[in-house]
């Protein structure tokens, strides 16, 4: 009885999703295969690996999308710790009492929330990139953390605003420090009610990192870009570019749900 019980709730549930998985990539495959040899195309599969590792001198060695993937992440990682930081200083100033620093925080966050990713790039990489003495790595970086930023702030204001006063009420009863209200007391609770659409934008700053491409930086989108225009092998090669952001944006979705399990984190 325990048995049937424990298939009826984990190994169906599991099973059934697996199946429908396996028919939906089974039908994706037949897709493509009929598109491309209705196109005359033929898949060269074989030669992807090449582009991933090579093997020289008796070790393995990161081809051209695993440089670019190093670079991807390193861009994102790097702006993920601006965002963060953007985000959370203009959520507090969004809740100051400053009136020039509630103008400030609005100002910033509806111009970069109203206007495209890309006119900005290109604004920081031609016009004030130079200016302040900016390379290209550091624009890419600037450009990410202040557009994610914008959208990290409306998060951690919501998260802010959703701690009962009495909170901080009770902790200045207690003599602590602003700063050991928030460090110790607020921000724990933040971080367990905001880390489920935090995540999301964890998720969306790496798929825009790819847009970074237009500024000739080396990451994933340009490797796979060179590749192509030397092989001649589009549809291989953007699928697996497609694959390997996959991979990373799940495996965060994954570490996510785990830190979300561990903080008790959820919608409230």
């Not at 998985?21 to 994706?28: E, Q, R, S, V």
């Not at 890309?118 to 953390?145: C, E, H, K, N, W």
Request: hydrophobic share 50%; charged share 15%; with cysteine.
């Amino acid at each position: 009885m325990q048995l049937k019980t424990t298939y009826s709730k984990i190994l169906k549930p599991v099973l059934s999703g697996l199946a429908q998985i396996a028919i939906l990539t089974l039908g994706l495959i037949w897709l493509l295969d009929s598109g491309a040899e209705a196109m005359g195309y033929h898949w060269q599969w074989e030669r992807v690996p090449d582009y991933l590792f090579f093997f020289e001198d008796g070790e393995w060695w990161p081809a051209e999308l695993m440089d670019g993937l190093l670079v991807t992440v390193q861009i994102s990682a790097i702006s993920l710790v601006f965002t963060l930081v953007i985000g959370l200083g203009t959520a507090l100033l969004r809740l100051s009492n400053s009136m020039v620093g509630r103008g400030l925080a609005r100002g910033y966050i509806e111009l970069v929330r109203n206007t495209p990713l890309l006119v900005q790039i290109y604004l920081l990489y031609f016009v004030f990139g130079p200016v302040i003495g900016l390379d290209r790595f550091a624009t890419a970086v600037l450009a990410l953390s202040l557009f994610q930023g914008a959208y990290t702030a409306e998060i951690f204001r919501a998260g802010l605003a959703s701690i009962p006063d009495g909170q901080f009420e009770a902790c200045r009863s207690l003599g602590l420090t602003k700063f050991s209200t928030y460090k110790d007391v607020i921000l724990p609770q933040v971080i367990q009610r905001i880390l489920p659409p935090l995540t999301n934008e964890v998720i969306s700053l790496i798929k825009n990192s790819s847009i970074v491409s237009v500024m000739a930086i080396f990451d994933l989108t340009t490797e796979g870009r060179n590749i192509i225009s030397e092989t001649a092998m589009p549809f291989e090669i953007w699928f697996t570019v497609a694959a390997i952001y996959l991979v990373l944006t799940l495996s965060l979705s994954g570490l996510s749900a785990w830190l979300e399990h561990r903080l008790g984190a959820q919608w409230r």
